[in-house]
């Protein structure tokens, strides 16, 4: 099977060789080594002003939201949320639960931010706003320079979601002013699902610092304590933890954060190219280097492409969920894929569309019999 | 490296080899099934009552003791927690962190419970008693059959944290009358670590449906929701799910918990036999199958006896954090570890300790040589 889910993405050979490896004891400071340069590599990436921290959660994605959330923000909070899709919704939701004030900036699925969006938001009294750089349900990469001048403008703490765009566009923290950066193992960094990563800015370093959570596993003030000496304060997922360090370290070898970024979106590029022809629109007004989000304009179900896809053409690409799932697929440029894999996943959806594209990426033609 | 830890534990060739596969795309009906194997096989193995059902959280033991008091408990109970060390001191800030009315039965560090400690809270209005089946911190295996009388005597839902001791001790949720079984992935399942597992008997899934805790990320009620299609509400740690499921079907395949038991209880005997004569005490008055606690008794610090062995004999032992840093090291028996094993262990703890053991494991000298 070839990946092009929107994560877990397909591994790098290290990366899974490392996966493979037996779990070192970590209560040692072989071990702290490793954390303080996964910390220190993070902080690049991210574009992170000095002063500002990473902490490594073992969860989910969603883990570190909460986290965010709980940790940076109270109840005297009024808070924003670009509400566009099922990520946004979560941030409702986590705000809810935790009987934050807040209010959604609400889109329609497959649209971009746009100042007049903003403009009923501008000098109310809120305190922070919470986006998802790249709303993953639609594949829509949000105009964070907009978002950052309302921030600015209005005096509020800026909190980013930035787990499926994280080292797949271009970010950078300090110029932005962003507070809090979230990413996750299993987008572009392509290790196992199970770590979250979130960098703290110097405001919500202060404002965590002031909080006192009602939370003991997701509390930061003990994660930020163990983490300047290289250790968690309960077991972590220390495989993944050693894959995330070999693959900073190779992101770095290989250029840095910019690097990787432009290696995803060519390949999203090469990708977007061969679609041309085939009955499928973009979903997004703008899309992510991470993922394409596509609707097929045949009638054909999505979801069935994605069956199809898997059980016929060794394929995975993405489902949706809830409304989506029969008009929205979505296909990730994420991690060890290469344009001879696009090829065959554009010969498979030809296919399975009953329909050729006549877009550059195919005009190759003995590519396609790359299909498995 | 060999490793004697308490968790990570020293994983299987099986374990590892899924360690080092690609992380398939989960929201399909193949992962789906694996994680219903995985749900019955841990309910069969816990002895659980018809009707209980079992949850896989991504995150460390710690999640699934907070998950647990969170969606079991509230602030109208009283809640009893045995704290003998370090992880029932856990349960107790876990507790106050949620505003959970909670006393404590402390313990001296080593000691079982015995009648005359419960006696004072008896009859006394208490709601749940949490109990760290295995003090992980002393290697105190406490007397279940005592608590669960007092529990079912004064009504008491009974919370049991079981992640260092399910399937390395004998333990039956059902005969027991327990209402909730935390387990980990890294312990006697000898996978990486990063998921906790959770069993709820029916008293606690009824708690889990009627309570409103304030987490995203640990509801219980969410988990269970998507558990019984066999999928979990967020992206989980989908590779060691996948260990997790080959182990269950090893442990299943050679006889069930009961075997695994019985393979652990072998090497600890086996180890407690080759340490007689050394300068070393048992530090636990009631030791768990799944580690040996030590007290050096020739003045050597216990941690230095850790950094030796890891420095310059290629073993990893436990030590321990705190007050106990030099008085207390602990030896692990969980995991892919043999009685060959131990012998090296022994071999290497007679040269740092400056003694040889004169017990049985210590009859075959030749067996020594095998220290790496």
Same mark, same amino acid.
């Given at each position: 099977? +070839?990946?092009?889910?929107?994560?877990?993405?397909?591994?790098?050979?290290? !990366?899974?060789?490392?996966?493979?490896? $037996? !779990?070192?004891?970590?209560r040692?400071?072989?071990?702290?080594?490793?954390?303080?340069?996964?910390?220190?590599?993070? *902080?690049?990436?991210?574009?992170?002003?000095?002063?500002?921290?990473?902490v490594f959660l073992t969860g989910s994605g969603t883990a570190g939201m909460e986290a965010a959330v709980l940790n940076v923000l109270g109840e005297?909070?009024?808070?924003?949320?670009?509400?566009?899709?099922?990520?946004?919704?979560?941030?409702?939701?986590i705000?809810?639960v935790h009987g934050i004030? &807040?209010?959604?900036?609400?889109?329609?699925?497959? $649209?971009?931010?746009?100042?007049?969006?903003?403009?009923?938001?501008?000098?109310?009294?809120?305190?922070?706003?919470?986006?998802?750089?790249?709303? !993953? =349900?639609?594949?829509?990469?949000?105009?964070?320079?907009?978002?950052?001048?309302?921030?600015?403008?209005?005096?509020?703490?800026?909190?980013?979601?930035?787990?499926?765009?994280?080292?797949?566009?271009?970010?950078?923290?300090?110029?932005?002013?962003?507070?809090?950066?979230i990413?996750?193992?299993?987008?572009?960094?392509?290790?196992?699902?199970g770590v979250s990563?979130l960098?703290l800015?110097?405001?919500?370093l202060?404002r965590v610092e002031r909080n006192r959570p009602k939370t003991f596993y997701l509390d930061l003030k003990a994660a930020l304590a163990d983490g300047a000496?290289?250790q968690t304060p309960f077991t972590p997922a220390?495989?993944?933890?050693?894959?995330? &360090?070999?693959?900073?370290?190779?992101?770095?070898?290989?250029?840095?954060?910019? =690097?990787?970024?432009?290696?995803?979106?060519?390949?999203?590029?090469?990708?977007?190219?061969?679609?041309?022809?085939?009955? *499928?629109?973009?979903?997004?007004? =703008?899309?992510?280097?991470?993922?394409?989000?596509?609707?097929?304009?045949?009638?054909?179900?999505?979801?069935?492409?994605?069956?199809?896809? +898997?059980?016929?053409?060794?394929?995975?690409?993405?489902?949706?969920?809830?409304?989506?799932?029969?008009?929205?697929?979505?296909?990730?440029?994420?991690?060890? *894929?290469?344009?001879?894999?696009?090829?065959?996943?554009?010969?498979?959806?030809?296919?399975?569309?009953?329909?050729?594209?006549?877009? !550059?990426?195919?005009?190759?033609?003995?590519?396609?019999?790359?299909?498995?």
């Open positions: 099977m +070839k990946n092009f889910a929107v994560g877990p993405v397909e591994e790098f050979g290290e !990366t899974l060789a490392i996966g493979g490896e $037996r !779990t070192p004891y970590f040692t400071e072989e071990f702290s080594a490793v954390m303080l340069e996964n910390e220190r590599l993070v *902080l690049e990436f991210a574009g992170a002003e000095a002063g500002a921290r990473a005297g909070d009024r808070v924003l949320v670009v509400d566009g899709g099922s990520f946004g919704a979560r941030f409702c939701r705000c809810g004030p &807040h209010d959604a900036i609400r889109l329609a699925a497959g $649209r971009q931010i746009r100042e007049k969006d903003l403009a009923p938001f501008d000098g109310k009294g809120y305190t922070a706003l919470l986006v998802n750089k790249h709303e !993953t =349900s639609t594949g829509v990469l949000y105009d964070m320079d907009l978002l950052a001048d309302f921030c600015r403008r209005n005096g509020l703490l800026l909190v980013v979601d930035n787990i499926s765009s994280f080292l797949a566009d271009e970010f950078d923290m300090a110029a932005l002013g962003a507070d809090v950066m990413a996750g193992s299993q987008k572009a960094l392509a290790c196992a699902p990563v960098v800015g110097p405001r919500a202060e000496r290289g220390v495989g993944i933890l050693r894959q995330i &360090h070999a693959r900073l370290e190779s992101i770095a070898a290989a250029g840095g954060a910019a =690097s990787e970024i432009c290696r995803t979106a060519r390949l999203a590029t090469h990708f977007r190219s061969g679609i041309r022809g085939m009955p *499928l629109e973009l979903f997004s007004e =703008s899309p992510s280097n991470a993922v394409t989000a596509l609707h097929p304009t045949n009638g054909i179900s999505a979801y069935d492409v994605f069956l199809e896809l +898997k059980d016929h053409h060794g394929l995975w690409i993405c489902p949706n969920g809830g409304e989506l799932k029969d008009s929205v697929f979505r296909v990730g440029h994420m991690g060890a *894929l290469t344009t001879a894999d696009n090829e065959a996943l554009l010969a498979a959806l030809g296919t399975v569309l009953g329909g050729r594209g006549t877009g !550059t990426a195919a005009a190759a033609p003995g590519n396609r019999m790359a299909n498995p």
